[in-house]
C-alpha cells in the first residue's frame, strides 16, 4: 500500500521503511507455507508414479487371474494351411496332405457379342441358379445396358459375382460363385428376346471343384476349404496344395509369458519405491517418501500375498515359490522357469493354471487394497490433499493480517510524518521571528 506523499514532511524514504518491515514479516512464514506445498505436491505426485506402476502390476495380475489353458498350433509347412483351435482338442501330431483346393466356377457369355460394355443387352427374364440352390430372375428391360446387368445380377442376391471383363473383343459378362465346390455350378437360363438370348450360353472358364485332403491316410473331400470339425476341436483352413505336420500341444508358453510379464512389473515397481524412499548417507539427503509409513504398510502386504498358499486341493504347488517365483534380498522378485516347467510336467497344465488363478487372484485383492477408492494411497492422498487445503487457508490468513499490518504501518508512519512537518513549519516559523527580532 505505497503512498506518494508519504515521507515529504520527515524527508525519509517511509515507503522503503513499510515495505521491509512487511516483508520482514510475511517472508519467514510465507517461505514455510511454500516449503510445506512443495513437499506436499512432491509426495502427491511421488504417490501417483506409484500408482501407475502399481496398475502395470494389476494388469498382469488380473490377466493370470482369468487365465484359462489353451493350445497351441504348430505346421511343419505353414504355406498349406492354418489351423485353429476352436475346442477341446486332443494333443498330438497328424499329417496333412492337400491334394487340391476347393474352386468356385467362373462362367462367362461368348466373346464378340458387344463392342462397349454401354451396349443394349435385349429384354427378358434372366434366371440364375447356383447348384440347388433356389433360382433367381431378373427382369432386363428395353434399353438395358450390359453394365445394368452387371449391376442388377451383383444387387440381387442370386449367389454369384459379376464383371465384366474385355478379352480384346470385346466386353464378356463373367460371373464367380459365391461358394465353392463342384455342386455349386452355375446355370442361366434366359426367356426373351433374340438378343437377351444370346447371353443364356454360358462357357466355364474355372471349373468347380471339391477340396480333396489326406488326414492320417483318411481321404477327406469337402466343398469348401476350410475343414471344421473334421478333427473334434480344430477349424482347418486348406491354402495351398502340399503336405504339412500338425502338432497340437498345450499352450505352456502362454501362462510362463504372463508370469514373466508379472515379474517384470513388480521389479519396475520395487526399483520406483527404492528410489522414492531411499536416503543418500554421503549427502545427508532423503528422497520425497523416505520413511514413508503408507509406502512401507504396502510393500508388507504384497509381500505377504506372495507367500500365500493356494486354497487349491490336490495339488503339491501351492505357492509362487513353488511355481519357481522367489523373492530376493532386495525385494524384486526372480522367476526360474525351469522350475515352472518342472511343476508343469508334475501336476500337470490345469492343475498348475487353477493355483496360478488362485494365488494372483490373492495378490489382486491386496493390490485393490492399496490403490483401490478405499486403499492405503487414497486414503494418504486424501490426507495430502487436506493439508494442501489448510495451507492454502493459512496462506489466505497470511494475506489478511499482512495487508492490515501494512495499513496500520501506513497510517502510523504518516501520522509521524505529518507532526514531523508541522513541527519544521513551527521552527521556520519561530526562526523568521528570530531573526526578525535582531534586526
Given amino acids: 500500500m505505497a503512498i506518494s506523499s508519504l515521507g515529504v514532511g ?16 510475511r517472508a519467514p512464514r510465507e517461505a ?33 487371474a482369468e487365465f ?43 466373346s464378340g457379342l458387344f463392342e462397349e460394355s454401354s451396349d443394349e443387352v435385349g429384354a427378358g427374364t434372366f434366371t440364375i441358379q447356383v447348384g440347388d440352390g433356389d433360382a433367381v430372375s431378373i427382369e432386363v428391360e428395353e434399353g438395358d445396358s450390359l453394365r445394368d446387368l452387371r449391376n442388377a445380377i451383383n444387387d440381387a442376391d442370386a449367389g454369384v459375382n459379376a464383371s465384366i471383363v474385355n478379352d480384346g473383343d470385346g466386353p464378356r459378362l463373367t460371373m464367380t460363385a459365391e461358394r465353392t465346390g463342384a455342386e455349386n455350378t452355375i446355370s442361366v437360363t434366359v426367356d426373351g428376346d433374340a438378343d437377351l438370348q444370346r447371353l443364356e450360353n454360358q462357357t466355364e472358364m474355372v471349373q468347380a471343384q471339391d477340396a480333396e485332403a489326406v488326414i492320417n491316410g483318411m481321404a477327406i473331400t469337402s466343398s469348401s476349404n476350410t475343414l471344421e470339425e473334421t478333427i473334434e476341436g480344430l477349424s482347418i483352413d486348406l491354402e495351398a496344395e502340399g503336405s504339412t505336420r500338425v502338432s497340437i500341444s498345450e499352450d505352456r508358453g502362454a501362462l510362463r509369458n504372463q508370469l514373466e510379464s508379472f515379474v517384470e512389473a513388480y521389479n519396475t515397481m520395487i526399483g520406483e519405491v ?23 504398510s504396502a510393500r508388507s502386504r504384497l509381500s505377504n500375498a506372495l507367500i500365500e498358499r493356494s486354497s487349491v486341493e490336490g495339488i503339491n504347488n501351492q505357492t509362487f515359490a513353488d511355481l519357481g517365483i522367489t523373492t530376493q534380498r532386495d525385494g524384486t522378485l526372480q522367476f526360474d522357469t525351469q522350475r515352472f516347467d518342472d511343476a508343469m510336467e508334475r501336476e500337470g497344465f490345469d492343475d498348475i493354471a487353477a493355483a496360478v488363478r488362485d494365488l494372483a487372484g490373492g495378490v489382486d485383492d491386496t493390490l485393490e487394497s492399496i490403490t483401490g477408492r478405499e486403499g492405503l494411497f487414497q486414503v494418504r492422498q486424501d490426507g495430502l490433499q487436506n493439508e494442501q487445503s489448510r495451507v492454502d487457508d493459512q496462506r489466505e490468513r497470511l494475506d489478511d493480517r499482512i495487508e492490515r499490518l501494512e495499513a496500520r504501518l501506513v497510517r502510523q508512519f504518516s501520522s509521524m510524518d505529518t507532526a514531523v512537518a508541522q513541527m519544521q513549519q513551527t521552527g521556520d516559523y519561530l526562526q523568521q521571528q528570530l531573526a526578525g527580532m535582531g534586526q
Avoid: K
Avoid at 507455507?33 to 488380473?62: C, F, H, K, P
Avoid at 485353429?84 to 462367362?108: C, S, W
Fill in 274 to 296: 527404492r528410489e522414492l524412499t531411499s536416503y543418500d548417507v554421503e549427502e545427508d539427503e532423503a528422497s520425497v517418501l523416505t520413511g514413508d509409513s503408507t509406502v512401507r
Fill in 32 to 64: 514455510r507455507l511454500n516449503e510445506r506445498e512443495e513437499r506436499i505436491e512432491a509426495e502427491i505426485s511421488a504417490y501417483g508414479q506409484i500408482s501407475n506402476t502399481m496398475d502395470g502390476i494389476g494388469s498382469a495380475v488380473s490377466s493370470l
Fill in 10 to 25: 520527515s524527508g525519509l524514504d517511509l515507503n522503503q521503511i513499510v515495505g521491509d518491515l512487511v516483508n520482514s514479516q
Fill in 68 to 110: 484359462e489353458p489353451e493350445q497351441s498350433v504348430s505346421l511343419t509347412n505353414d504355406d498349406v494351411a492354418s489351423v485353429f483351435v476352436t475346442g477341446d482338442a486332443p494333443n498330438g501330431d497328424f499329417d496333412l496332405d492337400v491334394n487340391q483346393l476347393a474352386r468356385a466356377q467362373t462362367v462367362a457369355s461368348d
